[in-house]
């Protein structure tokens, strides 16, 4: 069997170049059905109303596709040309305009009018350093309209399942597919290692993250000049709890 390394991180795409966004839609498929996707539409929808919306990392148009088949006015900055082709080649995609950059700095046409800026998916946890998420919550901030809103979807760092001495979590095994996280406590960074063995051929990628807590957020909203709105464990607004897994948050800029 030969083994191919697939981690790139000089490509100008990061880490979501050619070789991920070939496969980016099928290996999440499980966010791409209605029940993960609806939701969250429903809740931007209605934080958008009238005005336009921004995508943070817009990738290949999983939720602003459908955002804008509500009728919402939808632009994303995302610094993966690989990824926005996938998101051009779909239906609707060459309607929705893109800023290339990194989505911490970028600064896209109209900002200072958006109703709505969001992240999904953990994507706030793909700026690998605190400086960076901080700075990507001012980008956010300068972007919107007084009054609107930045959202963030993101997990709770699962450091439960970490015992004393263990610094990797498995999150899947199969018999053509092992992925695990890798922890390091100190400096608050994961990498995600992805193994894929297909017939005598195998794969490896390995993508750092940066996880960060609910509260080091509304200080990086604080820091931003935005101010907390609303926290619930999910898109369906259930009660965000300590036993809560994931979050949706919504901070506002001040009228």
């Given at each position: ?69 509500r009728g ?153 000049g935005l ?29």
């Open positions: 069997m030969t083994t191919e390394q697939q981690d790139q991180p000089t490509d100008p795409d990061g880490y979501f170049g050619e070789s991920v966004a070939a496969t980016y839609d099928a290996s999440t498929s499980d966010m791409f059905t209605s029940e993960a996707i609806d939701p969250a539409v429903d809740f931007l929808t209605e934080l958008a109303g009238d005005g336009p919306a921004l995508e943070l990392g817009i990738g290949t148009g999983r939720i602003a596709l459908p955002l804008a088949g919402v006015t939808v632009h994303g900055i995302d610094m993966s040309r690989a990824m926005v082709a996938r998101l051009r080649a779909k239906p609707g995609g060459d309607a929705i305009g893109v800023t290339f950059g990194d989505f911490a700095t970028a600064r896209a046409q109209g900002a200072g009018t958006f109703s709505v800026a969001y992240l999904v998916f953990n994507t706030i946890n793909n700026l690998t350093s605190q400086a960076a998420q901080v700075a990507c919550f001012r980008n956010a901030a300068a972007h919107l309209a007084p009054g609107g809103t930045f959202v963030i979807e993101v997990g709770v760092p699962d450091l439960r399942r970490l015992p004393p001495g263990q610094t990797v979590v498995p999150f899947h095994v199969s018999e053509s597919r092992c992925g695990f996280d890798e922890y390091d406590i100190a400096t608050q960074s994961m990498t995600s290692h992805h193994i894929r063995v297909e017939g005598d051929r195998g794969s490896s990628l390995s993508i750092p993250f940066r996880y960060v807590w609910p509260a080091e957020l509304d200080l990086m909203a604080e820091l931003a101010r907390p709105r609303e926290r619930w464990d999910g898109w369906t607004r259930e009660p965000f709890t300590s036993d809560s897994r994931q979050h949706v948050s919504v901070w506002e800029k001040p009228a």
